[in-house]
């Protein structure tokens, strides 16, 4: 068994994950649009670029995404992406890019469980939770 993260974005997936792909070190495996689709199935005309079905690899971790409808579209809620770094550096680093234009919830600083522990939406509508562990002994 394998669980996987499908995250749903309302029309800009590609944006999102080439800014991943820039900012985590990602690879982007799979990245097909609804135009691209086999058959004949009727596609909108406001989906035909969007991303049908998308996989990426950050570090080991698969995570797959696509583009729904804007109706249907909504930023994440009570779920979050949990990113564990090596360094407060790469802590910093990474919440300055990924926060930008989006919303923090707890900003990036010291608890008794890590040297740096953040929460915030990126402008592409993910939760993120961002840690650089402490060793508890």
Same mark, same amino acid.
């Given at each position: 068994?394998?669980?996987?993260?499908?995250?749903?974005?309302?029309?800009?997936?590609?944006?999102?994950?080439?800014?991943?792909?820039?900012?985590?070190?990602?690879?982007?495996?799979?990245?097909?649009?609804?135009?691209?689709?086999?058959?004949?199935?009727?596609?909108a005309p406001?989906?035909?670029? %969007?991303?049908?079905?998308? =996989?990426?690899?950050?570090?080991?971790? *698969?995570?797959?995404?696509?583009?729904? #409808?804007? !109706?249907?579209?909504?930023?994440?809620?009570?779920?979050?992406?949990?990113?564990?770094?090596?360094? %407060?550096?790469?802590?910093? =680093?990474?919440?300055?890019?990924?926060? *930008?234009?989006?919303?923090?919830?707890? #900003?990036? !600083?010291?608890?008794?469980?890590?040297?740096?522990?953040?929460?915030?939406?990126?402008?592409?509508?993910?939760?993120?939770?961002?840690?650089?562990?402490?060793?508890?002994?």
């Amino acid at each position: 068994m394998k669980l996987t993260t499908y995250l749903n974005y309302g029309g800009n997936c590609a944006q999102a994950l080439h800014f991943y792909e820039q900012h985590l070190g990602g690879k982007i495996t799979t990245m097909s649009t609804f135009a691209q689709m086999p058959g004949d199935a009727p596609v909108a005309p406001e989906m035909k670029d %969007s991303i049908l079905h998308a =996989r990426m690899l950050i570090g080991d971790t *698969e995570i797959m995404a696509s583009d729904v #409808p804007p !109706g249907r579209y909504q930023p994440m809620r009570s779920a979050y992406l949990s990113l564990a770094v090596d360094s %407060s550096e790469e802590a910093e =680093r990474i919440f300055a890019a990924l926060s *930008e234009g989006g919303e923090v919830f707890m #900003p990036l !600083g010291e608890t008794f469980f890590a040297f740096r522990f953040a929460m915030f939406r990126d402008k592409f509508g993910a939760n993120w939770m961002l840690i650089h562990e402490r060793p508890m002994h």
